[in-house]
Nanobody
Framework: QVQLVESGGGLVQPGGSLRLACAASGSILGISAMGWYRQAPGKQRELVATWRRAGSSTNYADSVKGRFTISRDSAKNTVYLQMNSLKPEDTGVYYC??????????WGQGTQVTVSS
């Protein structure tokens, strides 16, 4: 079992920045990848960014490339999503996800990000 707790959401003006954090606990050694997804009202949940333990590789949705950065602090078992140059279309509930070596997914409770003037 893996438990994920997100923090860092809020209201920000267009062009602003936010940093989300996802603290993992439990069977951490079983995690092969972690990522951030988001869901806007009336839309399906979509992938934003992922980090994979193998090679410490990262991947981003085209819509956030160059603006968002995913990183991991292994000492704190925490994954971050630094979001810069935020746009109104980045608004949504952001969910942290972890995937294990046995391909089991865990989700956090979500944190709201609102980009509005």
């Amino acid at each position: 079992q893996v438990q994920l707790v997100e923090s860092g959401g809020g209201l920000v003006q267009p062009g602003g920045s936010l940093r989300l954090a996802c603290a993992a606990s439990g069977s951490i050694l079983g995690i092969s990848a972690m990522g951030w997804y988001r869901q806007a009202p009336g839309k399906q949940r979509e992938l934003v960014a992922t980090w994979r333990r193998a090679g410490s590789s990262t991947n981003y949705a085209d819509s956030v490339k160059g603006r968002f950065t995913i990183s991991r602090d292994s000492a704190k078992n925490t994954v971050y999503l630094q979001m810069n140059s935020l746009k109104p279309e980045d608004t949504g509930v952001y969910y942290c996800n972890s995937n294990t070596w046995s391909n089991i997914n865990y989700w956090g409770q979500g944190t709201q990000v609102t980009v509005s003037s």
